[in-house]
């Protein structure tokens, strides 16, 4: 069973940053995505994602204020998010994918408040 470790939420106040972290428990260029995505009301959202060939996608509300990046030394996805706005708060989740299986993090909690 692959485990996600999530790291990195917090409070942060509107226009500020955050790095949220997610490493999980086999390799991580063995898996066809690894993203990020957050609990809106209604569902879980993307809000980006990078392949193991290096694509990225990213959610229109975040585009310009978020990035995505690898570090296969560490084995770490990191989502990188400035200037922060309060619509941003959510429980974040870090999900891997390979073929028709997705595994998911226990999530962190990212709250923008002034």
């Known amino acids: 069973q692959v485990q996600l470790v999530e790291s990195g939420g917090g409070l942060v106040q509107p226009g500020g940053s955050l790095r949220l972290a997610c490493t999980p428990s086999?390799?991580?260029?063995?898996?066809?995505?690894v993203g990020w995505y957050r609990q809106a009301p209604l569902e879980r959202e993307l809000v980006a994602l990078m392949?193991?060939?290096?694509?990225?996608q990213f959610a229109d509300s975040v585009k310009g204020r978020f990035t995505i990046d690898r570090n296969n030394a560490k084995n770490t996805m990191y989502l990188q998010m400035n200037n922060l706005k309060s619509e941003d708060t959510a429980v974040y989740y870090c999900?891997?994918?390979?073929?028709?299986?997705?595994?998911w993090g226990q999530g962190t909690q990212v709250t923008v408040s002034s």
């Open positions: 999900k891997a994918n390979r073929l028709s299986t997705n595994w």
């Open positions: 086999e390799s991580i260029v063995d898996f066809n995505h």
């Open positions: 392949t193991v060939g290096g694509t990225t």
